[in-house]
T-cell receptor, first 108, second 115 residues
Framework: KNEVEQSPQNLTAQEGEFITINCSYS?????LHWLQQHPGGGIVSLFM?????KKHGRLIATINIQEKHSSLHITASHPRDSAVYIC??????????WGAGTKLIIKP | NAGVTQTPKFQVLKTGQSMTLQCAQD?????MYWYRQDPGMGLRLIYY???????DKGEVPNGYNVSRLNKREFSLRLESAAPSQTSVYFC??????????????FGQGTRLTVV
């Protein structure tokens, strides 16, 4: 079993839909990272959080430390949101442990 | 502010050839990392450098060597490329300290094909 599991692996939705991507982890962590990888390949950090909730534009990230679970939400999704979304956690030795990513496609 | 600069963007090698991937950051970060990304898998850590002058193996170090040339630069070398090293390689950096977690910043990636 991977230490960081993301679901779903693939998600296709219509423009405007509310999107949720989930991340569960089995290790003790100090913080969790949500990142975005566009088809061109570059990786961009979206959020780093260790408790509660963060919001940036149409993106919202939440984390529940007790349940070892985080969610990334996208409101009013748009085709330009199409990308791979990656969850990574900082383990006890401060190294990042990566999920396999969720491929999101938003259709117009 | 360039962030993390990684070169080259693309490379095709023949089996047995050698090459060095270059990475430089201008954010005064102490920690730098090399990852590889293969289809259907998460990023896997090859080597990292927690601070200038130190390097350590990650999850998949075999077939690679690294050099932390100075605080800014961290290079990855393939001495004798193999088809199994066909992958996309990412360099990353961040500031790391005990009790402190900061965002990691990534280079644009190097798409390497070994034929």
């Amino acid at each position: 079993k991977n230490e960081v599991e993301q679901s779903p692996q693939n998600l296709t939705a219509q423009e405007g839909e509310f999107i949720t991507i989930n991340c569960s982890y089995s290790v003790g962590i100090s913080a969790l990272h949500w990142l975005q990888q566009h088809p061109g390949g570059g990786i961009v950090s979206l959020f780093m959080l260790s408790s509660g909730k963060k919001k940036h534009g149409r993106l919202i990230a939440t984390i529940n430390i007790q349940e070892k679970h985080s969610s990334l939400h996208i409101t009013a999704s748009h085709p330009r949101d199409s990308a791979v979304y990656i969850c990574a956690v900082y383990g006890s030795n401060y190294q990042l442990i990566w999920g396999a990513g969720t491929k999101l496609i938003i259709k117009p | 502010n360039a962030g993390v600069t990684q070169t080259p963007k693309f490379q095709v090698l023949k089996t047995g050839q050698s090459m060095t991937l270059q990475c430089a950051q201008d954010m005064n970060h102490n920690s730098m990392y090399w990852y590889r990304q293969d289809p259907g898998m998460g990023l896997r850590l090859i080597y990292y450098s927690a601070s200038e002058g130190t390097t350590d193996k990650g999850e998949v170090p075999n077939g690679y060597n690294v050099s932390r040339l100075n605080k800014r630069e961290f290079s990855l070398r393939l001495e004798s490329a193999a088809p199994s090293q066909t992958s996309v390689y990412f360099c990353a950096s961040r500031f790391r300290a005990v009790g402190v977690n900061t965002e990691a910043f990534f280079g644009q990636g190097t798409r390497l094909t070994v034929v």
